[in-house]
């Protein structure tokens, strides 16, 4: 299986892709960003990933083995794929972003500590956040006009809910 590297070396993320109708393959993404999450989260397109490195964002053709382009906001925190939408919902500390294959978006306000995205919809994203002080509230973030909504107040125990790259090792 080809192995890629993208950038320098170092910290690295490492990625397998295994795309419909091409070729198997691992990709190196260096470590360039001020978090300590990794994933990969794949578009609903069936083609493009975001590339999680310790907080960079690398956009990626799975079917091409190339990156489209590294994101411009390097403190990312975790990623859910929206399905059936041109993009994937990323999390930062403190806010939401619309990650497209050519740009992302910002799409909340500074809203929280903290974020779990847990389940996804073509409508909307909803999970659990981390907002000081008070603690761990449910949320929703409906794609059509950028609408959230904060949700009942769940618990103010810290790790009362296991958050990979928050209050848990990160991956």
């Known amino acids: 299986m080809p192995a890629l590297e993208f950038g320098a070396p170092g910290e690295s993320t490492w990625v397998e892709f295994r795309p419909d109708g091409a070729p198997a393959w691992v990709g190196r993404f260096p470590d360039a960003g001020e978090s300590g999450y990794r994933c990969a989260v794949a578009f609903a397109d069936g083609r493009t990933a975001l590339v999680l490195a310790r907080g960079r964002g690398y956009v990626v053709d799975a079917v091409a083995a190339a990156v489209v382009r590294p994101t411009a906001f390097d403190r990312f925190d975790d990623g859910i794929t929206a399905p059936g939408r041109p993009f994937v919902i990323a999390s930062g500390h403190t806010a939401l972003w619309a990650v497209g294959r050519d740009a992302e978006r910002r799409v ?64």
Request: aromatic residues 16%.
């Open 108 to 171: 909340t306000p500074d809203v929280a500590v903290g974020f779990a995205l847990e389940v996804s919809t073509p409508e909307c994203v909803a999970g659990k956040l981390w907002d000081e002080p008070g603690g761990w509230y449910g949320f929703r973030l409906h794609f059509d006009g950028w609408r959230f909504e904060r949700g009942p107040h769940l618990s103010s125990e810290w790790t009362a809910f296991a958050v990979p790259g928050i209050n848990a090792p990160a991956i």
